[in-house]
């Protein structure tokens, strides 16, 4: 099994649904962020977490939200999806001092 | 602001040549260095990393970076690229507080025959 698992690999909803995304580990790591890829721009932070009742907004955490349920689950929600939120979407987790991130394999959402 | 700078968008390279991906950062301080690679439809994968002492790194499939401090770089490279080595490379630094990594925007690397 993955040590990063992210759940759904893909999906496609219309604009205005909520949506979340899911992630789950067991490397038992403390740090998890989520991230968004478009094509160009690389991967941008969205939210990170330090623990359970620490969470913190990346740079573009806007019309997005989060909730650390455990130490091993990061789940990304999208309120009210929107096209420009179409996007890959990668769940990530570090030891304490960053020594290296480990990635899921991917959500790719697509909002039509 | 921390800043991650991959000046290749594109590279295209015949098998067995030589490749150079090249990094450049901004930051304050000498951070936690790294790439990653990403084959299509896949997730990122560690290739190599760098936090201190020997500024030539070896990592994973024949990759090397070296770091080079009075240039603020962190380039990637590999003596004979393969077909297999198509894939898209993302440099990454990291505040040794494990605070954020931040990334660059990737290099899309070719391989033809």
Same mark, same amino acid.
């Given at each position: 099994?993955?040590?990063? @698992?992210?759940?759904? =690999?893909? =999906?496609?909803?219309?604009?205005?649904?909520?949506?979340?995304?899911?992630?789950?580990?067991?490397? $038992?790591? /403390? !740090?998890?962020?989520? #991230?968004?890829?478009?094509?160009?721009?690389?991967?941008?932070?969205?939210?990170?977490?330090? /623990?359970?009742?620490?969470?913190?907004? $990346?740079?573009?955490?806007? &019309? #997005?939200?989060?909730?650390?349920?455990?130490?091993?689950?990061?789940?990304?929600?999208?309120?009210?999806?929107?096209?420009?939120?179409?996007?890959?979407?990668?769940?990530?987790?570090?030891?304490?001092?960053?020594?290296?991130? *480990?990635?899921?394999?991917?959500? =790719?959402? @697509?909002?039509? | 602001?921390?800043?991650?700078?991959?000046?290749?968008?594109?590279? @295209?390279?015949?098998?067995?040549?030589?490749?150079?991906? !090249?990094?450049? #950062?901004?930051?304050?301080?000498?951070?936690?260095? *790294?790439?990653?690679?990403?084959?299509? &439809?896949?997730?990122?994968?560690?290739?190599?990393?760098?936090?201190?002492?020997?500024?030539?790194?070896?990592?994973?499939?024949?990759?090397?970076?070296?770091?080079? !401090?009075?240039?603020?770089?962190?380039?990637?490279?590999?003596?004979?690229?393969?077909?297999?080595?198509?894939?898209?490379? *993302?440099?990454?630094?990291?505040?040794?507080?494990?605070?954020?990594?931040?990334?660059?925007?990737? @290099?899309?690397?070719?391989?033809?025959?």
């Amino acid at each position: 099994d993955a040590d990063v @698992t992210q759940t759904p =690999r893909n =999906r496609i909803t219309k604009t205005g649904k909520r949506i979340m995304l899911e992630c789950s580990q067991t490397k $038992g790591h /403390d !740090r998890m962020y989520w #991230y968004r890829q478009d094509p160009g721009l690389g991967l941008r932070l969205i939210y990170y977490s330090f /623990d359970v009742k620490d969470i913190n907004k $990346g740079e573009i955490s806007d &019309g #997005y939200s989060v909730s650390r349920q455990a130490q091993a689950k990061f789940s990304l929600s999208l309120e009210s999806a929107i096209p420009n939120q179409t996007a890959l979407y990668f769940c990530a987790t570090s030891d304490l001092k960053g020594t290296e991130a *480990f990635f899921g394999q991917g959500t =790719r959402l @697509t909002v039509v | 602001a921390q800043s991650v700078t991959q000046p290749d968008i594109h590279i @295209t390279v015949s098998e067995g040549a030589s490749l150079e991906l !090249r990094c450049n #950062y901004s930051y304050g301080a000498t951070p936690y260095l *790294f790439w990653y690679v990403q084959s299509p &439809g896949q997730g990122l994968q560690l290739l190599l990393k760098y936090f201190s002492g020997d500024t030539l790194v070896q990592g994973i499939k024949g990759f090397e970076a070296e770091f080079k !401090r009075s240039q603020s770089s962190f380039n990637l490279r590999k003596p004979s690229v393969h077909w297999s080595d198509a894939a898209e490379y *993302f440099c990454a630094v990291g505040l040794n507080t494990g605070n954020q990594f931040y990334f660059g925007t990737g @290099t899309s690397l070719t391989v033809i025959p």
